[in-house]
């Protein structure tokens, strides 16, 4: 086992490894930026080193500071957390040049997932349902996209070849919409990604986002660690709340995506923990979406259903342990959902606010998690994600698990900024939401309606 880790992130996330790490006997190492001097993460570890100012490409994005404060505390290994530099395969690669640890897959593998049209070919040949068309590849002009969208029906969404966490995507109903939107999309990933490439595929109305975790030693032994249903999202396609198991999904529909997510894992040579998603259609059919080369956001949703500390393991694996698990372990119980508390407007589509917090109580009690790194006095920066905390029901069932949630919200008193708390609580008191019928347009489509 590692004697050091540096936490190569900030916020919610860092404290969550720290304490991780302090269970395993290890020591910790933050970095910060000038903007997170004060950061609970900052507290909380054994050391802590300022890595430059507050904007994220000054700080939590600067592999040379980062790379430097390892050096300098003597780290064996980084653990990247998720975002900012956690699926950066030039990260991995420094590290491993410098003889530290990466706690998380290898640059190849993170390369050979960043690009989604090549990934998904990749996936065809490991015999895992794609999206159509089977054979798309990065579509160079308008013409070439019409030809293609008349061969497969419209909707199609305009994707950009290296994104992910939903950005960089349009839909279009028609070629009119399709002609506009091209050049759209071509310039968002150019922007996000420095990738103006994109690609086609069929856009499935109102399918399910249903993700699965899976683990791997690198030996050759996968873990399915079961199901989360992740369709509440913005219409950025920003994940606001997540359930587990999907109650969309039978028995057999559930071991055939588990395979499938152990078949995609394998083929891309995956090691640590990951996320395969899928997009399911009203049919029951389903269709590889990306695979996430890293911790999720939602996986204590996972933890609070397994028993799995899925931290403790990413870092045991990077160790070199071989998974003492087999999937007989893997037994599911009750039902979690996680609801994201953001620094955002819900009324103002989802506008980011800053500022001082000025009462913070979070709520508690029997099924109740919640992970954050809030506390009185704390000021939330401008430059950063906009997490604030994340709240985790568990109960015996859904309807416990929705119970104790709203009990939980209606307690947590959060003061100073704009949060998503009240967009919460409506949520959980739709009738759509109640009775499970969620999909990726839950938020257009059902927020507003009242049967």
């Not at 992130?9 to 006997?25: F, S």
């Not at 997170?36 to 993460?41: G, K, S």
């Not at 039978?250 to 995956?270: D, F, N, P, W």
């Amino acid at each position: 086992m590692f004697k050091k880790i540096l936490i190569a992130n900030r916020g919610e996330i860092a404290v969550r490894v720290i304490r991780a790490c302090r269970e395993l006997g290890v020591s910790t190492v933050a970095v910060y930026s000038e903007a997170d001097r004060n950061c609970l993460h900052a507290k909380l570890a054994d050391e802590a080193i300022c890595i430059g100012p507050g904007p994220n490409r000054d700080s939590y994005l600067s592999i040379p500071n980062i790379i430097s404060a390892a050096l300098l505390s003597g780290t064996q290994a980084i653990h990247p957390g998720y975002g900012n530099l956690s699926e950066t395969a030039s990260f991995a690669e420094n590290c491993e040049a410098c003889k530290i640890a990466f706690i998380g897959p290898s640059a190849e593998t993170m390369r050979a997932v960043q690009d989604k049209a090549a990934t998904k070919h990749v996936m065809k040949q490991a015999g895992v349902p794609v999206i159509p068309p089977q054979d798309e590849s990065p579509i160079g002009s308008v013409s070439q996209a019409a030809k293609l969208a008349k061969r497969i029906g419209y909707p199609v969404a305009i994707k950009a070849s290296s994104g992910g966490g939903g950005r960089g995507i349009r839909i279009a109903y028609n070629e009119e919409e399709l002609q506009t939107f091209m050049p759209v999309a071509q310039s968002e990933a150019q922007a996000a990604f420095d990738n103006n490439q994109v690609y086609l595929e069929k856009y499935l109305e109102e399918p399910r986002h249903v993700e699965f975790q899976v683990l791997a030693d690198g030996r050759g032994n996968i873990l399915n660690l079961g199901d989360r249903d992740c369709s509440l999202q913005t219409s950025r396609h920003q994940k606001l709340l997540e359930e587990t198991p999907c109650i969309a999904l039978s028995t057999k529909l559930r071991s055939q995506m588990g395979e499938a997510a152990i078949r995609a894992a394998k083929a891309v040579g995956y090691k640590g923990a990951g996320t395969v998603e899928f997009l399911l259609d009203k049919e029951g059919k389903f269709y590889f979406l990306e695979l996430n080369a890293r911790i999720q956001v939602e996986h204590t949703i996972t933890e609070m259903v397994t028993g799995v500390d899925l931290v403790k393991e990413q870092i045991r694996i990077a160790a070199g342990d071989k998974l003492t698990l087999t999937q007989k372990d893997i037994q599911p119980t009750g039902h979690a959902i996680e609801c994201r508390i953001t620094a955002e407007d819900p009324d103002r589509a989802f506008l980011a606010s800053a500022g001082v917090i000025e009462e913070y109580v979070p709520p508690g009690g029997p099924g109740i998690r919640v992970d954050s790194h809030l506390y009185c006095g704390y000021e939330v920066p401008p430059f950063y994600d906009s997490l604030l905390a994340k709240v985790v029901a568990w109960g015996r069932d859904r309807k416990e698990a929705i119970a104790r949630m709203s009990r939980a919200l209606a307690e947590f008193r959060l003061v100073g900024v704009k949060n998503t708390i009240p967009f919460h609580r409506k949520v959980l008191e739709n009738p759509f939401f109640k009775r499970g019928e969620v999909y990726t347009t839950f938020i257009a489509r059902r927020m507003q309606m009242d049967v």
